[in-house]
């Protein structure tokens, strides 16, 4: 995980069949989130969106470092 996406946990998730997701975007803040879902809500009425809070443990960032 790159160091702009520790800095935005809440992300747009677009859900897809077989249980799938796909992070659509990444926000900083959940309003900016939830403004965004309305719009992509808006523009493609059979995609199914929702919001997570996608935070950065400390502990997997310190396993990757070795």
Known sequence: M???D???PW???RLQ???QHEIV???RRRNDAEAHLQVM???SADGKYTIIFNPVIEEQISDRKG
């Open 6 to 8: 520790r800095l935005s």
């Open 11 to 13: 992300c747009l998730v």
């Open 41 to 43: 809500q808006r523009l």
């Open 17 to 19: 069949a077989n249980m």
């Open 2 to 4: 790159t160091y702009i």
């Open 25 to 27: 975007a990444r926000f």
